[in-house]
């Protein structure tokens, strides 16, 4: 194994400024992640022709792949930094290349701005409504068949993977994104969030929802957590066109 890992980083230092790469060697350790590389390129910014540089800006907070934020493009693969093996990337390629979504705003470096992905989130309402935080005594009863159907969309982490992948999430279209198709179809299953399925149905019948969806298929390829994306977009496809067909006959 290489006791030194040459890492390329894609490099902005400001949301209006140019992109430009700069290359870093970092000693290997056994086991570790892109995050630790990065955190190791923080502690000694140099570069491979010996230049003092700013340290590279990146985000990360959970660091067991559940909070998204460190999602970037890892060897030109959308993946998070923090399980990303360099043992495993190493088998891959003999270098790293390390360059931030190119779907989100980059504020800087591999820091990318995602509000678009959880503003999709608030369009198609994706929480369970309450009135109040008093105790009301026991929820809704959820079947195991609604449980199994459930829990697999309840693993998204918003990291905006299946974003990158999609090529109907532009700045041209409005597209809320097949994670906010799959969170809506996620609380109209729920009996405790059916109080506002229509709103949701509205939403992704309406502008940039459901029929924005061209059908590639790459978002499910994608997806960290495994969840059936496509599975979700063929049923918001089908509840939409009920709501619709109801919504005509006044119901
Ligand atoms: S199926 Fe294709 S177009 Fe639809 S959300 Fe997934 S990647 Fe995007
Ligand atoms: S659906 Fe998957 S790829 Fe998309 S945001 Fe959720 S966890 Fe990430
Ligand atoms: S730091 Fe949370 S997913 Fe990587």
């Known amino acids: 194994m290489a006791h030194e890992i ?10 209006d400024g140019g992109t430009y790469r700069q290359t870093f060697h970092v000693a290997y350790e ?4 892109i995050t630790t590389v990065l955190q190791r ?10 230049e003092n540089v700013t340290p590279v800006a990146y985000d990360a907070c959970c660091l067991e792949e559940v909070c998204g934020a460190c999602t970037m493009r890892i060897n030109g693969r959308v993946r998070q930094a923090c399980s990303a093996l360099v043992d495993n990337l190493l088998k891959e390629e003999p270098e790293i290349t390390l360059e931030p979504m ?3 705003p980059v504020i800087r470096d591999l820091l990318v701005d995602r509000s678009r992905l959880f503003k999709a989130l608030t369009r198609v309402k994706a929480w369970v409504p309450v009135d109040g935080y008093w105790d009301r005594g ?7 068949a609604a449980q199994e159907e459930a829990y697999p969309l309840s693993r998204c982490m918003s990291c905006g993977c299946c974003m990158e992948a999609c090529p109907q ?7 809320i994104g ?3 198709v799959s969170q809506a179809i996620l609380f109209n ?3 405790a969030g059916q109080a506002i399925a229509r709103d949701r149905l509205d939403a992704l019948s309406g502008p940039g929802g459901i029929a924005s969806c061209g059908n590639a298929q790459n978002c499910v390829k994608v997806c960290p957590k495994d969840i059936p994306l496509t599975d979700s977009i063929a049923k918001a496809g089908r509840a939409t066109t009920l709501h619709t067909i109801k919504r005509w006959l006044g119901r």
């Open 41 to 50: 390129i923080s502690g000694h910014p140099v570069t491979t022709e010996g």
């Open 169 to 175: 999430y532009n700045d041209k279209e409005d597209f």
């Open 189 to 191: 299953t729920i009996p």
């Open 6 to 15: 040459t890492v390329h980083v894609q490099r902005k230092d400001s949301p």
């Open 30 to 33: 056994p086991g570790m992640n």
């Open 102 to 104: 190119t779907k989100f």
């Open 178 to 180: 097949p994670h906010a």
């Open 138 to 144: 026991p929820g809704p009863l959820t079947s195991p």
